[in-house]
């Protein structure tokens, strides 16, 4: 095998290795791209943060359209 086939050989693996790990980082994109969002609609979703007394009274009136009513006694809000 000669020096160019050797230099010619290298190159084609190392442009494989590039493509494999640019589809791994598209792949990646959207999920980091979606945490911010994701972690805001957790905190909004927490019990303490609609309806609570510190909020003005517009989000209040929002967040009795967007909160589901409250668990019956004893029961837990995220059984299925």
């Avoid at 609609?41 to 510190?54: E, Q, Y």
């Amino acid at each position: 095998m000669s020096t160019a086939e050797q230099t010619a050989t290298s190159a084609k693996k190392s442009s494989t290795v590039m493509a494999v790990m640019q589809r791994l980082g598209r792949s990646l994109m959207l999920p980091i791209a979606v945490l911010p969002a994701a972690a805001l609609l957790m905190r909004f979703g927490n019990d303490d943060m609609l309806g609570s007394a510190s909020l003005p009274g517009w989000c209040n009136e929002i967040a009795k359209y967007v909160t589901p009513p409250p668990p019956k006694e004893g029961a837990s809000r995220y059984a299925g």
